[in-house]
């Protein structure tokens, strides 16, 4: 019978980490190709819709708007609570239709802000969706602390936006924009350390699939909704 040395003995814990250490980068690297992935999608639909008088009038100008605004919020409720029971290949098609349907419902932003502006919003948010990310992910602070609080916030935040659809202040929709950038930024770093800790290299193929899906659909939520809140302030309006 062999019998391991010291050495090997020794040595064991470290190559287990280093197992680990490579298939988490390789699921965190699955969860931001699914989302970059979906946001690629929302915003060629996004475009090729405002380059389209007809089809913007078509949606926009009709009761079908409110199918094309309300929808993605029906299915990414479908998609939390049904994921569990779903295949992986069929919550990746889901990921995929939420994305163009958010793309359908984004395009009427080139209706109120110039082209220019919404691609310079695009790289501002990119470039501090960048940062937020990374610090959650390579922080050793825990930031579950914090989690209450955001989610409160984000509450609030759709609450006050909720009213302003019906009060139309601008004093208030500034305030939501201030909160907003705040709440999703703080999200952005605390989602991004909750997917992280997802992760369990004991996984099968399927369950970690589905944990990549789930996790690029929160940072998709994360990233479009600092956009639109960034957008608030950066945007150029149109004059027409």
Do not use: C
């Amino acid at each position: 019978m062999a019998f391991e040395t010291r050495s090997q003995f020794a040595a064991r814990p470290a190559a287990v980490a280093q197992e680990v250490d490579a298939g988490l980068r390789q699921y965190m690297l699955g969860v931001y190709n699914y989302m970059a992935t979906g946001l690629a999608l929302t915003g060629i639909v996004a475009l090729a819709l405002s380059m389209s008088p007809g089809a913007m009038a078509a949606i926009f100008g009709t009761p079908l708007k409110w199918v094309v605004m309300l929808a993605p919020l029906g299915l990414v409720f479908f998609l939390g609570a049904r994921l569990n029971s779903m295949q992986a290949s069929t919550a990746r098609t889901l990921f995929w239709v939420y994305s163009a349907l958010m793309g359908a419902s984004l395009s009427s932003i080139f209706l109120v802000y110039t082209g220019e502006s919404v691609a310079r919003v695009f790289f501002i948010t990119s470039a501090s969706f960048g940062g937020l990310s990374l610090y959650g992910y390579t922080t050793k602070r825990n930031l579950s602390a914090f989690g209450s609080f955001l989610i409160m916030g984000l509450w609030g935040v759709v609450i006050a936006s909720l009213v302003n659809m019906f009060f139309h202040s601008s004093a208030l929709g500034f305030a939501i924009s201030v909160i907003g950038v705040l709440v999703f930024a703080g999200l952005t770093a605390w989602d991004t350390q909750q997917i992280k800790e997802m992760y369990w290299d004991g996984d099968g193929s399927e369950i970690a699939a589905k944990k990549s899906v789930m996790g690029a659909l929160m940072l998709y939520m994360d990233f479009i909704n600092l956009f639109l809140m960034l957008l608030q302030f950066f945007g150029d309006r149109r004059n027409d």
